[in-house]
């Protein structure tokens, strides 16, 4: 029997995400794989990660670099073989770290053989997916993709099917009970090999309530028939009842434009779907009408609004400013210039002291910033891709679409992990997929472990200061009135109480100080001062209670 504590294991864990394609490569070939990954488990441990969220490593043929998976049950080439993943669960476990696995269970891959069989017009096949004919000339329905223009593509026999996402990824049709006790079945397969758990993909548009046309709206068209339908809330349901529950599973659910309440709805203990989930909302606070292409000055007091909104919304929220898909949280939150590192190390101190679980993003721990990429030409992702075709469409000039994409591009996240100094950054001894920043001089792992000062040992501090503190891991959160674009919070839980000090500016603002004593920040001695909070000055005050 599981009890209370052991139920959730997870509770007070580091999570980070390792996306394979760009963090270490072993035998030349300028991708990153697992063998490489192996190699890096004493970094990990090192850093004091207790979960790995590995992005897909399964057979694909990588046009959205995995999120296109072609075979559940087989590993990509590229990336290694199933011997390597093997290894990769034991010696992580070894070393008391967990590995959850993405499932990308919404769409397969176009070359997936069930996607395959259904375009020879096999019927059991075409029922796993959304096959429909058009409306006279036109597509079935009015639905937009994620990734920009429609829903639908044409196969060769002239009907159409339907991707959420790109046409090289069909979406499964969760009405159909194969469906389920074929992806069941994958979830099996993997729990058995040992890992601890899914991230799962996009997991709240899975379940298609009909396929009628949407009310119109400048992106996702369509939504309302798939967004958290009750469909969708019935299988986690049935999920966690024939699977997950028999095995001590932790899983985050990758929820898309989800509120407050709908989070709420998916994270709730007694429905027993998700154990916690990824938000959107403070993504967003710099995109014009939640659009990412389309920016609008960042400003920090939104940031500390939405987030203290969230904070307040879920008890074990999941938190995180980077991943794969946006662009690095210093370009994003902070300041790439001056205060380079001072605010990556505010960054750092505020993942690490809201309530909820803290995912780092890899590179995020050394301070990696954007690409450095010199045009479109550098640009491999398939969203920046179809975006950029779709700018065309509205005729905008390629310097304008350059810049949109450049600034923009989920690359930005994906440029190879940099860990020394050389010229393939210690990412690879060949050419490297993706090109690697030029600040891989400055920013890099092997610099930054031998200086006590520098980011990388900023988070491990900080990593260690939240887990030997039940404040930190375990305790309440309440915000604290405070000037604007600072935000101040206290972590408290039995017989500690912290007030947490950040200033999201490059200014310095007079604060009120509450607690007894400074017990953790990234000020210098030299300029702390007592009611002054420098440019994106950290502390931590403790206060006796
Ligand atoms: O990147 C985005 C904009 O911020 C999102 O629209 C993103 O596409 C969405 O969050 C879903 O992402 C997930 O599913 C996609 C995959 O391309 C992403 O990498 C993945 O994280 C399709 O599987
Ligand atoms: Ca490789």
Not at 269 to 285: A, G, Q, S
Not at 408 to 418: E, H, K, L
């Amino acid at each position: 029997m599981a009890t209370a504590s052991n139920k959730k294991w997870w509770k007070n864990s580091i999570v980070y995400q390792i996306y394979p394609r760009s963090f270490c490569d072993s035998n030349g070939d300028g991708i990153g794989d697992i063998p490489g990954i192996i190699s890096k488990l004493h970094y990990l441990k090192d850093l004091g990660v207790d979960i790995i969220w590995l992005s897909p490593v399964y057979q694909s043929p990588g046009y959205d670099n995995g999120y296109d998976i072609s075979d559940y049950k087989g590993i990509n080439p590229e990336y290694g073989t199933m011997e390597d993943m093997e290894r990769l669960i034991s010696r992580a476990k070894r070393l008391g770290i967990k590995i959850i696995m993405d499932l990308v269970i919404n769409h397969t891959s176009d070359e997936h053989e069930w996607f395959k069989k259904a375009l020879d017009g096999d019927e059991k096949y075409r029922d796993f997916y959304y096959f429909r004919e058009g409306k006279g000339r036109k597509r079935p329905n009015n639905w937009g993709s994620f990734f920009g223009g429609a829903a639908w593509s044409k196969t060769d026999k002239g009907d159409y099917y339907l991707h959420l996402f790109s046409k090289k990824q069909p979406d499964l049709n969760w009405h159909n009970p194969e469906v389920y006790n074929e992806i069941t079945d994958i979830m099996r397969f993997w729990l058995d090999k040992g890992i601890a758990g899914f991230r799962c993909d996009v997991i709240n548009i899975i379940y298609k309530t009909s396929l009628d046309n949407g009310k119109k709206h400048l992106a996702l068209t369509g939504k309302e028939y798939y967004l958290n339908t009750e469909g969708c809330h019935d299988l986690l349901r049935r999920f966690n009842e024939d699977v997950w529950s028999k095995y001590k599973t932790f899983i985050v659910g990758e929820t898309v434009l989800v509120t407050p309440d709908d989070a709420k709805q998916l994270c709730d203990e007694e429905k027993r779907e998700l154990d916690t989930v990824f938000f959107f909302e403070h993504m967003d606070v710099d995109s014009r009408g939640g659009i990412k292409w389309f920016k609008k000055r960042y400003k920090p007091y939104k940031l500390i609004k939405v987030l203290d909104k969230w904070q307040n919304a879920l008890e074990i929220p999941a938190n995180y400013l980077e991943n794969h898909d946006q662009v690095r949280s210093i370009n994003h939150f902070g300041n790439t210039k001056e205060y380079w590192e001072k605010s990556a190390k505010l960054l750092c101190g505020l993942n690490l002291s809201l309530k909820g679980i803290p995912f780092i993003y890899e590179g995020e721990e050394i301070g990696m910033t954007n690409g450095d990429f010199r045009g479109l030409s550098d640009i491999r992702d398939i969203e920046s891709y179809n975006v950029n075709k779709a700018l065309k469409r509205m005729l905008l000039t390629h310097s304008i679409r350059r810049k949109i994409i450049l600034r923009t591009s989920r690359d930005n996240a994906r440029t190879p992990v940099q860990w020394d100094s050389t010229d393939n950054a210690g990412f690879t001894n060949g050419e490297p997929w993706l090109k690697i920043n030029e600040n891989k001089s400055f920013i890099n792992v092997a610099s930054e472990s031998d200086d006590e000062n520098s980011i990388l040992n900023f988070y491990k501090k900080m990593i260690e200061f939240r887990k030997n503190s039940k404040a930190l891991s375990e305790g309440t959160y309440r915000k604290v009135a405070s000037p604007s674009d600072v935000f101040i919070y206290t972590r408290e839980a039995k017989e500690e109480r912290l007030y947490v000090y950040c200033n999201l500016t490059s200014y310095p603002r007079e604060v009120e100080f509450y607690g007894d004593r400074i017990i953790f920040g990234n000020y210098d001695e030299d300029d702390r001062q007592d009611f002054i909070l420098q440019p994106y000055e950290y502390r931590i005050v403790a206060s006796n209670i």
